[in-house]
């Protein structure tokens, strides 16, 4: 197996026929074939069914394309690592960001440190945070700015800063008790909004009250919570500064308090075992000099 057998199964699985990836990666479809046709044989497995149409792959199809793309991907960062050594502090850093924290980490850290490190670019990779520890994981990004809670880790982190989670909608939702703080126990009935982070939390504290929530969503994203909310299906529980991004006074916005109020950490984590190109170690430096 090689890189290049690797490079033409992704692309015929990408393209769903021989004749697209053929076009796609600028080659006749017989050689093309031939490269499939090899691959099989050596791993000794069907990596397709060939329709009269498109190809469907195998269930070790589906395995060898996951792995694949993390090879070339593996790869594709190795020779950009020694492209960034050769040419000294410049380079790319390849950066996860939970959604919710994009304008945090803009406003407090890149514009500062490219104002630093003008030849140092980035490349972003929005997703949740439970995708970006597994690219983490997988040397797929270099570092990642996400939100608490989150699956313990054996990552590197530096806590950046501590906000409250609040209830957030429009304030017939709220009860007439509910003033400039708003206990849990209050929102036994009000249709909630949860950002899945918070889902085992809540839940928990719930059964501790003795309380069913009345959960109307689940998703993976602040800003969908946000918009929920805003059409006014119900209370969405967020990050305090995901509810201050909204200018409307017809919406109420307060902190939630359990046993205690609850906060949300922001916190970039670096992986511990990956290779730091020179990029990444002044950025791992700055982040350590800015935090304190």
């Not at 980490?105 to 597994?134: G, N, R, V």
């Not at 969908?224 to 916005?253: F, H, L, N, Y």
């Amino acid at each position: 197996m090689n890189l290049k057998h690797l490079e033409y199964f992704i692309a015929v699985v990408q393209e769903g026929t021989i004749s697209a990836a053929a076009k796609r990666l600028h080659i006749s479809q017989p050689p093309l074939s031939t490269a499939i046709h090899q691959l099989e044989q050596e791993l000794k497995t069907t990596l397709f069914y060939r329709g009269s149409r498109q190809i469907t792959l195998t269930e070790s199809g589906r395995f060898l394309y996951q792995r694949a793309c993390t090879i070339l991907d593996f790869c594709n960062q190795t020779c950009q690592t020694i492209e960034d050594l050769s040419r000294g502090l410049s380079g790319t850093l390849k950066i996860g960001l939970a959604s919710s924290v994009h304008d945090f980490f803009l406003d407090e850290y890149a514009l500062s440190f490219h104002e630093k490190y003008p030849d140092i670019y980035f490349e972003l990779t929005e997703a949740t945070t439970y995708e970006l520890l597994e690219m983490l994981d997988s040397n797929t990004i270099e570092a990642a700015f996400v939100r608490t809670p989150f699956p313990s880790t054996e990552f590197d982190f530096i806590r950046l800063c501590s906000e409250p989670i609040v209830a957030f909608g429009y304030e017939h939702f709220f009860p007439e008790q509910a003033k400039d703080t708003l206990k849990l126990s209050m929102l036994s009935n009000a249709p909630l909004i949860l950002y899945r982070r918070w889902l085992t939390v809540l839940k928990k504290e719930f059964q501790r009250l003795s309380m069913t929530p009345n959960i109307l969503c689940i998703n993976d994203d602040a800003r969908t919570t946000v918009q929920w909310a805003m059409k006014g299906m119900g209370i969405g529980i967020i990050p305090k500064s995901a509810a201050d991004s909204v200018k409307s006074t017809k919406m109420k916005s307060l902190a939630l308090f359990t046993k205690k109020q609850l906060s949300s950490d922001i916190i970039c984590i670096f992986s511990t075992a990956q290779y730091r190109s020179n990029a990444l170690q002044q950025f791992y430096d700055f982040m350590h000099t800015k935090s304190r």
